[in-house]
C-alpha cells in the first residue's frame, strides 16, 4: 500500500461526502412535488406525460396498488426487451448486421436488465446491434434504477407518515426519478464522457490495418449515453464486453474518477434524503455512517491484499512489487483497482475496471462479501437504502428486546408484522445465494461450466449467484454461464433477488404509514448515535453471515490456506 493509493481513495471518498447533501436535499423536493430549480423546465413535460398515460398525480395508491403497478411495468419491460433481441436480425440501425439473439441469452439478459443486475452472458459489441442497446438496454437502464429510487421512497413515506392508508404513486415516482433526476445527470455525465473520449456515434464498425498488417474491426457506436446511466443507475452492463476496462468506455484517469462517483451518488444522497423526509438529517448521517464504515473496511481489506502481491506470486519468480497485477488495467493499478471492485460491487453495480477472478483469494472475498450482505454499503440506487432500512427494522427490534420495551424507530412502533415481513425478505437472499449454488455444484448440468477444480470452482459459481441475487452483474471468469442451465437459473436469482424481497418491504411501508407517530420518551432507544451505527453494523454482519460463514469457508477462504500450503487452483 502506497500513499498516493490512499490520497485517491480519500479523494473519492471526500467527493461523495461533499455531494451527498446537495443531491439528497433536491431529491426530497423532487419526491415532495415541490419546485426545483428545473421544474420550469421539466414540470410542462410531467404534466404532459401524466396525460398521455392517463395518470391522475394526485391520486394515491395504497401499498398493494402500488406493488401492482411495479411488477405490472417490471413484467411488460421484460416482454418488449426479449422480442427486442429476439427480432434483432430484422430489426433497423444493425449496422453490424448482428444476429437475433439466442433464447435463453435474450431471457437471461431481458430479466438481467429489468432487475437492474445487467448479468452479461453476451459480449456486447458482438452480440446486441445499436436499436437493442439503445432502446433495450439503456432504456431499460433509466427504467430499473428510476423503480428502485421509486421503492426506496416508498418506504421512506411509511417512515415519515402518520395514520395514511397511501405511500405514493408508482408511476408518479417513477416518472419524476427518470425526469428530474437520472435524466439531468446524464446528459451532463454523457457530454462529459464524449469529451474524455468516450464514443457517440451511430456510424458503423472501423475496419483498420494494425503495424503488423493484420486486419482489426475496431467497435464503436452510442457508448457515451449508455455509460452514463450505466453508472448513475448502478446498472453496470457494458456497452463493451471488456466493460470499463475498455478503453473506449474508460480512457483516462478522470473519467474513471466520475465513474466511481456516479456509480455512489444516488445511493449514498438517498439517505440524506430519507433524514430530510422523516424530519432529522441526523438519522440519515447515521445510516450513512453505517455504510461508510463497511465500505471503508472493504477497501482496506482488497488494497492490503492486492498491494501485497502474495506470497505464491513471488515463489514463482513473480515480480510483486507493484502488487497483484494479475488481471488488472496498467492504467489504474492495484488502488484503484481495488477500490473499483469494492465500489461497484458495494453499490449493486457490476462494472468492472479488473477482472475480479485474478484478485487474491481474500481481496476477491470483499467483493463477495459486500453482495451477501444484501447490497446495503451504499448499494444499488433505492435498492440500498430500503435494503438498509430493512435492518434498522431488525436492529431497532433487538434493541427493544435488551431493553425489554416495544421497539421505536423516528416515532413509529416496530411490531410483529414488520419484524416478520422483514425477516421473509432479509432471508430470500441468502436461500437462493446458497439454494442455486449447491444445485449447480450437484448436478451434472451445472458442474460442466466449471473449468477450474476444487474451491476456486465453488468460489466462480458462489460468485455467479451471490451476483445474480444481489442485483450486481459482476462476475469471476473461468465460469461458462451461457449454457441453458445457467442463463435460466441466474435469470430466476435474479428476479427472486429483486422482486421477493420488494413485496415484502412494501407490505412494511404500507403497515408503518398507517400508524401514528409517537413522541420520543424517555425509554426511546436514540437513533443517531455511536452506539446505534455500532450495532446496526453489528446486526448486518450477523444477518450476512447467514451466506457468508458457511459459503466462504468452502470457497475464498479455502482457497486462501490452499494457497499458503503451495497449491494453486
Not at 46 to 66: C, I, K, N, P, S
Not at 101 to 126: C, D, H, K, L
Not at 214 to 230: D, E, F, M, R, Y
Request: proline letters at 4%.
Amino acid at each position: 500500500m502506497t500513499l498516493n493509493g490512499w490520497i485517491q481513495i480519500a479523494l473519492f471518498c471526500a467527493i461523495v461526502i461533499l455531494i451527498t447533501r446537495p443531491l439528497g436535499g433536491y431529491m426530497a423536493r423532487v419526491f415532495a412535488g415541490e419546485r426545483t430549480v428545473l421544474s420550469p423546465i421539466l414540470r410542462p413535460v410531467e404534466r404532459l406525460f401524466y396525460a398521455a398515460a392517463g395518470v391522475r398525480e394526485d391520486r394515491e395508491q395504497h401499498w398493494t396498488g402500488y406493488a401492482f403497478g411495479m411488477l405490472l411495468f417490471s413484467l411488460v419491460s421484460v416482454v418488449v426487451l426479449y422480442a427486442l433481441q429476439r427480432l434483432q436480425d430484422v430489426l433497423p440501425l444493425n449496422p453490424a448486421g448482428m444476429a437475433a439473439v439466442p433464447e435463453g441469452i435474450a431471457f437471461n439478459t431481458a430479466v438481467s436488465f429489468v432487475t437492474n443486475t445487467n448479468w452479461q452472458s453476451y459480449g456486447g459489441e458482438s452480440t446486441m446491434g445499436y436499436l437493442v442497446q439503445m432502446a433495450g438496454l439503456t432504456v431499460q437502464n433509466f427504467a430499473s434504477a428510476a423503480v428502485g429510487i421509486a421503492l426506496a421512497i416508498a418506504l421512506v413515506r411509511g417512515f415519515a407518515r402518520r395514520s395514511s392508508p397511501t405511500i405514493g404513486n408508482f408511476w408518479v415516482d417513477l416518472t419524476r426519478a427518470v425526469l428530474y433526476v437520472l435524466l439531468p445527470i446524464c446528459v451532463v455525465a454523457t457530454i462529459f464522457f464524449v469529451w474524455q473520449g468516450v464514443p457517440q456515434t451511430l456510424g458503423t464498425y472501423v475496419d483498420a490495418t494494425t503495424l503488423e498488417g493484420a486486419h482489426q474491426t475496431i467497435a464503436q457506436g452510442p457508448v457515451a449515453s449508455q455509460l452514463a446511466i450505466k453508472m448513475l443507475g448502478t446498472n453496470g452492463g457494458g456497452f463493451f464486453n471488456a466493460n470499463s476496462a475498455h478503453p473506449y468506455e474508460n480512457p483516462t484517469a478522470l473519467s474513471n474518477l466520475v465513474q466511481m462517483v456516479l456509480i455512489f451518488a444516488i445511493g449514498a444522497a438517498l439517505t440524506n434524503t430519507f433524514g430530510r423526509m422523516v424530519g432529522n438529517e441526523r438519522q440519515g448521517w447515521a445510516i450513512f455512517s453505517a455504510m461508510g464504515v463497511l465500505f471503508l473496511a472493504g477497501v482496506f481489506v482488497a488494497y492490503w491484499q492486492e498491494a501485497g502481491g502474495g506470497h505464491l506470486l513471488a515463489s514463482l519468480g513473480v515480480d510483486t512489487t507493484l502488487g497483484n497485477m494479475e488481471g488488472k488495467e496498467v492504467r489504474f493499478g492495484e488502488a484503484l483497482s481495488a477500490l473499483f471492485a469494492v465500489v461497484t460491487t458495494a453499490a449493486s453495480c457490476g462494472a468492472v475496471i479488473a477482472m475480479h477472478d485474478s484478485f487474491t483469494s481474500l481481496g476477491g472475498m470483499v467483493p463477495l462479501v459486500n453482495m451477501m450482505l444484501g447490497e446495503v454499503v451504499i448499494g444499488g440506487v433505492g435498492a440500498g437504502l430500503y435494503g438498509m432500512l430493512l435492518f434498522v427494522v431488525e436492529t431497532i427490534f433487538v434493541a427493544g428486546l435488551m431493553v425489554g420495551r416495544t421497539p421505536e424507530y423516528v416515532g413509529k412502533k416496530i411490531e410483529a408484522k414488520e419484524v416478520k415481513m422483514t425477516m421473509l425478505a432479509l432471508l430470500i437472499l441468502p436461500a437462493s445465494m446458497l439454494g442455486f449454488t449447491a444445485l449447480a455444484v450437484s448436478i451434472q448440468p451445472g458442474l460442466a461450466g466449471i473449468l477450474n477444480p476444487g474451491p476456486h470452482g465453488f468460489s466462480e459459481v458462489l460468485y455467479a449467484y451471490t451476483s445474480g441475487t444481489a442485483n450486481n452483474g459482476s462476475a469471476f471468469g473461468g465460469l461458462t454461464a451461457t449454457s441453458l442451465f445457467y442463463t435460466v437459473t441466474l435469470g430466476f436469482a435474479m428476479l427472486i433477488g429483486r422482486f421477493l424481497m420488494i413485496v415484502p418491504m412494501l407490505a412494511i411501508a404500507g403497515s408503518l404509514a398507517a400508524k401514528r407517530s409517537l413522541p420520543p420518551s424517555s425509554g426511546t432507544f436514540p437513533t443517531t448515535g455511536p452506539l446505534f451505527v455500532g450495532l446496526l453494523i453489528g446486526v448486518v454482519l450477523i444477518m450476512g453471515g447467514l451466506t457468508f460463514f458457511p459459503a466462504l469457508a468452502l470457497g475464498p477462504v479455502a482457497e486462501h490456506l490452499a494457497g499458503a500450503a503451495g497449491t494453486l487452483f
